[in-house]
């Protein structure tokens, strides 16, 4: 009787989340069909695939239900006694086979298109860091890295992720392709394994120190899209986000231009001399989006993994030594050579707010021309 009642409520329960209609607006059950001609073919090989699975399920289940019951022992059945039966052995062996063979040849015309990357019309390479992609786009001779925007949400602290819009899915530097353009990727790594995924582009890629893989898109629908690393690469792996804005094809030149411009601005502003307050400032930016997320807000760092950099023997020793670990890093260790990632600007900055943030009191600048030297 107890567990009858039991049944009862949980039955009502489904029943009661069935039709609670507002939950089903914005379930995606389904795989999403993405906005390339490889993520509709994954999708169309998907849904023939699940079709047939279904099928055979419900042919296979359906036809031990009702044996089960039909022929039941309560009902008088006799169980048959045969022990061989060359022409069943033939049919369940051919049969599946038929079946494999079917799914083989469309799944496999799928793969050699999606791996298919000649005659690209640009390529971008894209290379992982823990815990940000750095874009390299080879024709254009554009290059920056895309870090994750709420660095408050690295500490998960103090932040409301249903309130937050796109949480832990926004860059502050966009990847911006032009649309129906082929694009070839090609995936590193500098560090450990990542995996450059965007669902609606219908593939992942893992991104290898020491190998280059590819993978190519021809993105036919204007829009932003989101990812992430899908490759578990530190305690960082949930902070590496992948945002990639797709727009015409006359504003992805003139955003190719305004790069142009905006590498001449950066350029000038490594060249003059820069006060001490202003290098703080901008230095606590770079921080906060650079460094945080391993050293933390406060420069406290995470015991036992990330040194503290308060008091650190760095921040507060020789400048040189210090500059030499921010842009070189140091080998075999999370602390990575940020010459590659930051402009001469950003170094000198952050070092500066390095110096003199967290009672780290040393009142001493660097100028990005000291940094342009050490390169
Ligand atoms: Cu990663």
């Known amino acids: 009787m107890k567990a009858l009642h039991k049944a009862a409520r949980i039955a009502a329960?489904?029943?009661?989340?069935?039709?609670?209609?507002?939950?089903?607006?914005?379930?995606?059950?389904?795989m999403p069909e993405g906005v390339t001609p490889i993520s509709r073919e994954v999708f169309r090989l998907h849904m023939i695939i699940l079709t047939i699975c279904a099928l055979i399920g419900v042919g296979v289940f359906g036809a031990m239900i009702f044996s089960i019951v039909k022929h039941?022992?309560?009902?008088?059945?006799?169980?048959?006694?045969f022990h061989h039966s060359t022409r069943i052995e033939i049919l369940w062996?051919?049969?599946?086979?038929?079946?494999?063979?079917?799914?083989?040849?469309?799944?496999?015309?799928?793969?050699?298109?999606?791996?298919?990357?000649?005659e690209a019309d640009m390529t971008v390479k894209v290379t992982g860091y823990q815990?940000?992609?750095?874009?390299?786009?080879?024709?254009?001779?554009?290059?920056?890295?895309?870090?994750?925007?709420?660095?408050?949400?690295?500490?998960?602290a103090g932040i409301d992720p249903l309130a937050t819009e796109n949480f832990l899915l926004d860059v502050d530097n966009m990847l911006v392709l032009p649309l129906n353009t082929k694009v070839r990727f090609l995936i590193t790594s500098d560090d450990v394994i990542h995996s450059w995924w965007v669902p609606d582009f219908g593939w992942k890629r893992d991104a290898i120190p020491g190998f280059i893989n590819d993978a190519w898109t021809l993105i036919d629908e204007p829009g932003i899209y989101r990812g992430q690393c899908a490759e578990l690469c530190g305690v960082g792996h949930g902070f590496m986000p992948?945002?990639?804005?797709?727009?015409?094809?006359?504003?992805?030149?003139?955003?190719?231009?305004?790069?142009?411009?905006?590498?001449?601005?950066?350029?000038?502003?490594a060249a003059r001399e820069w006060i001490l307050e202003e290098l703080v400032a901008h230095g606590e930016q770079v921080y906060r989006i650079q460094c945080a997320v391993c050293h933390q807000a406060a420069g406290q760092g995470i015991s036992g993994a990330f040194p503290a950099l308060a008091g650190a023997p760095s921040a507060t020793g020789p400048i040189e030594?210090?500059?030499?670990?921010?842009?070189?890093?140091?080998?075999g260790t999370a602390m990575q050579a940020f010459s590659a990632l930051l402009n001469d600007t950003d170094i000198a900055a952050v070092i500066t707010y390095e110096r003199n943030a967290w009672g780290n009191d040393m009142g001493d600048a660097v100028q990005p021309r000291e940094i342009a030297a050490k390169r």
């Open 13 to 30: 329960t489904m029943l009661l989340a069935l039709v609670a209609a507002p939950v089903w607006a914005d379930w995606a059950l389904n």
């Open 93 to 118: 062996t051919t049969i599946p086979f038929l079946i494999l063979v079917a799914m083989a040849i469309p799944a496999t015309v799928t793969l050699l298109a999606m791996e298919d990357t000649i």
């Open 321 to 331: 030594a210090h500059i030499d670990i921010v842009l070189n890093g140091r080998a």
């Open 131 to 156: 815990w940000k992609w750095k874009y390299d786009y080879v024709e254009d001779g554009i290059s920056f890295v895309s870090s994750i925007t709420h660095p408050e949400a690295l500490e998960l």
């Open 72 to 81: 039941r022992k309560s009902r008088g059945a006799v169980a048959a006694n």
């Open 242 to 269: 992948i945002v990639v804005a797709v727009v015409e094809q006359e504003e992805y030149l003139a955003w190719v231009e305004e790069q142009a411009g905006a590498a001449a601005a950066v350029a000038a502003e």
